[in-house]
């Protein structure tokens, strides 16, 4: 079992910038693959950026490809996505996922372990 705790969101203006944080526990924590997945309202959850367990391979969606990243600091069980250049249609709740694999995955169907999420509101 792993758990999930993210941190980091909040309120930003159009153009602005937020790193969200997730702490795993519970697992090895290089040998679990993470991904960022968000919700707006009314619409699907969607994939937004995925990384192995070592940190070596990233997948982004092609929305977010260019302005917003992600990385891993295995020495501190902890998950960030650096996120750049926000839209005020990025208003959604971000999922911290994490599946039994160590490769990366786009599709949420993979993943084993979710957080409860943390808002992130861009005003435009």
């Known amino acids: 079992q792993v758990q999930l705790v993210e941190s980091g969101g909040g309120l930003v203006q159009a153009g602005g910038s937020l790193r969200l944080s997730c702490a795993a526990s519970?697992?090895?924590?290089?040998?679990?693959?993470m991904g960022w997945f968000r919700q707006a309202p009314g619409k699907e959850r969607e994939f937004v950026a995925t990384v192995s367990g070592s940190g070596g391979t990233t997948y982004y969606s092609d929305s977010v490809e260019g302005r917003f990243t992600i990385s891993r600091d295995n020495a501190k069980n902890t998950v960030y996505l650096q996120m750049n250049s926000l839209k005020p249609d990025e208003k959604a709740g971000y999922y911290c996922?994490?599946?039994?694999?160590?490769?990366?995955?786009?599709?949420?169907?993979?993943?084993?372990?979710w957080g409860q999420g943390t808002q992130v509101t861009v005003s435009s």
């Open positions: 996922t994490g599946r039994s694999g160590k490769y990366p995955s786009r599709r949420q169907d993979q993943y084993d372990y």
């Open positions: 519970g697992r090895t924590f290089s040998r679990t693959g």
